[in-house]
Nanobody, 114 residues
Framework: EVKLVETGGGLVQAGGSLRLSCAAS????????IGWFRQAPGKEREGVSC????????YYADSVKGRFTISRDNAKNTVTLQMGWLRPEDTAVYYC???????WGRGTQVTVSS
């Protein structure tokens, strides 16, 4: 029932920016904190950022703090990850994930060239 569609990935030069979006359906969107995760080839999936259901509280992994910004639009059931000052080590497939669920989308590929 839960559907998550991540978009916005692409190829970008180091130092550039990308905006990722997650469109969600099949659940009460504003009841859930939503996280962004990423997984690079041969590495474990790691949490990148998370935003609370409604009060605007955010979390960022140390590796992206100061470079990425998470936001959400509960009226549109979307979560956005604005990524700036991108580095090659940011290269990964990025996924959105509602907290306390097992739901994942197919992800969107972000590739940062050096």
């Amino acid at each position: 029932e839960v559907k998550l569609v991540e978009t916005g990935g692409g190829l970008v030069q180091a130092g550039g920016s990308l905006r990722l979006s997650c469109a969600a359906s099949g659940f009460t969107f504003d009841d859930y904190a939503i996280g962004w995760f990423r997984q690079a080839p041969g590495k474990e999936r790691e949490g990148v950022s998370c935003i609370s259901s409604s009060d605007g509280s955010t979390y960022y992994a140390d590796s992206v703090k100061g470079r990425f910004t998470i936001s959400r639009d509960n009226a549109k059931n979307t979560v956005t990850l604005q990524m700036g000052w991108l580095r090659p080590e940011d290269t990964a497939v990025y996924y959105c994930h509602p907290s306390r669920t097992t739901a994942w989308g197919r992800g969107t590929q972000v590739t940062v060239s050096s």
